[in-house]
């Protein structure tokens, strides 16, 4: 249960985090990675987003102790649907009908992964085979991030940024909190999170909220689900396989769906906009 409660807690914070970044984003001087960071450090807003982050990132991580990598990263990219509700209720966002089902749809398959879920402890990652197949990947997507021009491209590469601190988090999260900063993977850990905040910031800046963390988080739920089943000793129910098939399926059409129908939409109210 305690899992559950922090799964739950960490899919809110998240939700506060990316309401208030994308504001922070959106009034921000037009910029790109770590420049664009350095900037909207200093702005008050992105700092409470990015506390949002930070507290969703910790309450995960604690869920990660005894949840499987596929139900806490599909609760973490159901944020988006919480954010929608935070913008409407705070920004006027729009919300359309179509938006309302699919955010059914998000929470149907999140319930079938719950349902499926059994807990484990993950396996351990060797410190040479974690930085060899999660730290090259990084410094790749890091260094195609800058290069890219367009939102679909540097919101993938904050996904798979993304999905590199999942998959060390999930084989970290039982260690002892105090022992922690010993671990050459927590390092790794922070780098891959400053990565994926720098993408996002990118992201946020050039597209809608929406369309950017839906397609972030279909990258990291596909990608994490598979490495923490297949690698990591994630546990299924006995006879619920399709239970997961079909809830990450359900979770990963839902945000992409979401982030979609964003697109269509008029764009959102921002707080330089309203004032």
């Known amino acids: 249960m305690p899992g559950y409660l922090a799964l739950a807690a960490a899919t ?82 729009r ?19 719950a349902g499926a879920s059994a807990s484990s402890v993950a396996a351990d990652i060797p410190v040479d085979t974690g930085f060899l197949l999660l730290g090259v990947p990084l410094v790749v997507v890091f260094l195609a991030s800058r290069k890219a021009k367009g939102v679909v491209s540097v919101a993938v590469s904050a996904g798979l940024a993304y999905a590199v601190v999942a998959i060390a988090s999930r084989s970290l999260a039982d260690e002892p909190v105090l022992a922690l900063p010993y671990y050459p993977l927590v390092w790794l850990m922070v780098l891959a999170a400053l990565v994926g905040q720098a993408c996002m910031a990118v992201a946020l800046q050039r597209g809608s909220a929406t369309s950017t963390v839906a397609t972030m988080d279909s990258v990291t739920v596909v990608v994490t689900s598979a490495v923490g089943i297949l690698a990591l000793g994630d546990r299924i129910a006995p006879g619920r396989e399709w239970w997961v098939a079909l809830g990450v399926a359900l979770v990963v059409l839902g945000v992409l769906a979401l982030g979609y129908a964003a697109r269509l939409a008029p764009a959102p109210v921002t707080a330089r906009e309203a004032s």
């Not at 998240?14 to 994308?22: E, K, M």
């Not at 359309?96 to 149907?108: F, G, H, Q, S, Y």
């Open 12 to 93: 809110a914070m998240y939700a506060l985090g990316i309401v208030a970044q994308t504001v922070a984003a959106r009034r921000a001087e037009p910029g790109s990675g770590f420049g664009l960071l350095a900037r909207l450090a200093v702005d008050r807003l992105y700092l409470l987003g990015f506390a949002g982050q930070v507290g969703g990132f910790v309450l995960a991580f604690f869920a990660r102790a005894e949840l499987p990598l596929y139900l806490v990263q599909a609760g973490s990219s159901c944020a988006v649907g919480v954010a929608t509700v935070f913008g409407v209720l705070a920004l006027r966002w």
């Open 95 to 113: 919300v359309r009908p179509v938006e309302v089902a699919v955010l059914v749809l998000m929470a149907l398959g999140l319930l079938l992964l």
